[in-house]
């Protein structure tokens, strides 16, 4: 069952278009309709449930923000963000496969792609008929990319890729891969792989207590020919993935909302049910500590990721900004999926109650897409103009 109400303490809604609200209310109902009932167990049983990629196209959440005429939905920043938090109320891994289709994989392609390559790939990857995987990661080399030793050689035709990426969402049923290599000058740049090519494979990644919904593996290039036409000639250089980087933190800023909000929900719903000591737990002092916690941090995050989806509608949010709301957002879920699932007591350690499962996800979500740390460096960097990456 699933009776969930959305906090909006700060009549948030207020400043939403009614266009931003249907948005929400769809991918809300369908949340509820597709993937609030099958998630747990696809959870427990480690298995990204494929019956969910035709509703995720149904309600625009591949390439939101994708223009119209390639496939996507066309919408505002703001839509964008609210679709991801709605989706990952129902589960981060849900979202995850989201945002790495539109953010990772459909947004480089969009916008360093040809018109070739955008004519064959984005209709496809915006009805869900082709999946899409992102490798920047390697086994050696997760905070800092750009010392990735994915290589790719130039033979005349074709390009001869070899390497492995590590930690790949998606990777295990990906149709197409957007992965980051270096060429002979050591300058990085972002290849289109397509299964079936010689050479490419994709093992999964298993025995995970996090992100169990999502399928995440390897992508191993053992001399793969890549055709010419697959490069993404518009940019290279780390600031190419890192741009795409930015568009899915933003999404992931949003996102942490929606399990925040459920955590926040249910342990409220429960607390007013549950009677100890003669009286509903929700009457002790200390329950309400966290509750009255939650709602104010939960506010806060919204304000926060609002604002900034104002600023990328105006094409003015930085990546320090961007980097800021990854971290407060996602720190401030996993901080009340922890508190809520105290306050359902043993029940919260079930999976009855999508606690336990929000608070594993959240594992995975603060340290992809650059960890906690790395977020709290970057804006060390900005404030200071001193980096101390190094
Ligand atoms: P640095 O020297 O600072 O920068 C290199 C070039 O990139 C530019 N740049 C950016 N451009 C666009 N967006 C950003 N956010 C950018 N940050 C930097 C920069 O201006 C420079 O350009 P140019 O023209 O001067 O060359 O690079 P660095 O090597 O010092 O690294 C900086 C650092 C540590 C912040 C960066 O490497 C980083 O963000 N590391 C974290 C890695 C990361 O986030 N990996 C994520 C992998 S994908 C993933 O996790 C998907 S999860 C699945 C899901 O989303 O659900
Ligand atoms: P490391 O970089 O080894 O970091 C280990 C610890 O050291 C962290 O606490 C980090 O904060 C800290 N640290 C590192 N450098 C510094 C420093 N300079 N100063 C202080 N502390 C530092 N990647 C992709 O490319 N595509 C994907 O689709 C993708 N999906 C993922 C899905 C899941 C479920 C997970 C868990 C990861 C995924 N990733 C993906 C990889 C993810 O982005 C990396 O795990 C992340 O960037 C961190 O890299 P790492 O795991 O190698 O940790």
Same mark, same amino acid.
Request: proline share 3%; with cysteine; net charge negative.
């Given at each position: 069952q699933?009776t969930?109400?959305?906090?909006?303490?700060?009549?948030?809604d207020?400043?939403?278009?009614?266009?931003?609200?249907?948005?929400?209310?769809?991918?809300r109902?369908?949340?509820?309709? %597709?993937?609030?009932?099958? +998630?747990e167990?696809?959870a427990q049983?480690?298995?990204?449930p494929?019956?969910?990629?035709?509703?995720?196209a149904g309600?625009?959440?591949?390439?939101?923000?994708?223009p119209e005429?390639?496939g996507?939905a066309?919408? %505002?920043?703001?839509?964008?963000g609210?679709?991801?938090?709605?989706?990952?109320?129902? %589960?981060?891994?849900?979202?995850?496969?989201?945002?790495?289709?539109?953010s =990772?994989?459909?947004?480089?392609?969009?916008?360093?792609?040809t018109?070739?390559?955008?004519?064959k790939?984005?209709p496809k990857l915006?009805t869900?008929?082709?999946?899409?995987s992102?490798?920047?990661?390697e @086994?050696?080399?997760?905070?800092? @990319?750009?010392?990735?030793?994915?290589h790719?050689?130039d033979?005349?035709?074709?390009?001869l890729?070899?390497?492995a990426?590590?930690?790949?969402?998606?990777?295990?049923?990906? %149709?197409?891969?957007?992965?980051?290599?270096?060429?002979e000058e050591?300058?990085i740049h972002?290849?289109?792989?397509e299964?079936g090519?010689?050479?490419?494979?994709? @093992?999964e990644?298993? *025995?995970?207590?996090?992100?169990?919904?999502?399928?995440?593996?390897e992508?191993?290039f053992?001399?793969?020919k890549v055709?010419?036409?697959?490069? =993404?000639?518009?940019?290279?250089?780390?600031?190419?993935?890192?741009s795409?980087l930015?568009?899915?933190r933003?999404?992931?800023a949003?996102?942490?909302i929606?399990a925040?909000?459920d955590?926040?929900?249910?342990a409220?719903?429960?607390?007013k049910?549950?009677i100890?000591?003669?009286?509903?737990?929700?009457?002790?002092?200390?329950?309400?500590?966290?509750l009255?916690?939650?709602?104010?941090?939960i506010?806060?995050?919204q304000?926060?990721?609002?604002?900034?989806?104002?600023?990328?509608?105006?094409?003015?949010?930085?990546?320090?900004?961007?980097?800021?709301a990854k971290?407060?957002?996602?720190?401030m879920a996993?901080?009340?999926?922890?508190?809520a699932?105290?306050?359902?007591g043993?029940?919260?350690?079930t999976?009855?109650?999508?606690?336990?499962r929000?608070?594993m *996800?959240?594992?995975s979500? +603060?340290?992809y897409?650059?960890?906690?740390d790395?977020?709290?460096?970057?804006?060390g960097?900005?404030?200071?103009?001193?980096?101390?990456?190094?």
């Open positions: 699933d969930f109400q959305a906090p909006d303490y700060y009549n948030i207020d400043l939403l278009t009614e266009e931003h609200q249907m948005i929400r209310q769809a991918a109902d369908w949340v509820k309709r %597709d993937v609030s009932p099958i +998630i167990e696809a049983k480690a298995e990204f494929k019956s969910i990629i035709e509703g995720l309600v625009g959440a591949f390439g939101p923000y994708i005429e390639y996507g066309g919408l %505002d920043q703001i839509s964008y609210l679709i991801m938090q709605e989706i990952e109320r129902g %589960d981060s891994g849900v979202r995850s496969t989201a945002s790495v289709q539109s =990772l994989v459909m947004f480089p392609i969009y916008a360093y792609g018109e070739e390559q955008r004519k790939f984005l915006a869900g008929e082709f999946m899409g992102f490798g920047l990661t @086994p050696d080399h997760g905070s800092n @990319p750009s010392s990735m030793t994915t790719f050689e033979k005349g035709d074709h390009y890729l070899n390497g990426k590590m930690w790949i969402s998606n990777s295990p049923f990906c %149709d197409v891969a957007v992965v980051w290599a270096k060429n050591g300058r972002g290849l289109i792989v299964r090519m010689e050479g490419f494979s994709t @093992p990644t298993h *025995n995970k207590w996090s992100l169990r919904a999502s399928a995440t593996g992508l191993i053992q001399d793969v055709p010419k036409e697959n490069l =993404l000639t518009g940019k290279s250089g780390l600031g190419a993935p890192l795409c930015d568009s899915a933003y999404g992931i949003w996102g942490a929606g925040a909000m955590c926040y929900d249910t409220l719903r429960y607390a049910e549950r100890q000591f003669g009286k509903p737990i929700a009457g002790f002092q200390l329950q309400q500590k966290k009255a916690e939650m709602i104010t941090e506010t806060k995050a304000l926060l990721a609002l604002r900034l989806g104002q600023l990328k509608n105006e094409d003015k949010a930085t990546s320090a900004q961007i980097s800021m971290r407060n957002n996602v720190e996993i901080n009340i999926a922890r508190e699932r105290q306050i359902l043993g029940m919260g350690i999976g009855e109650y999508s606690i336990m929000h608070m *996800n959240l594992e979500v +603060i340290t897409e650059g960890t906690h790395i977020h709290l460096l970057i804006t960097l900005d404030i200071t103009g001193i980096s101390a990456f190094k």
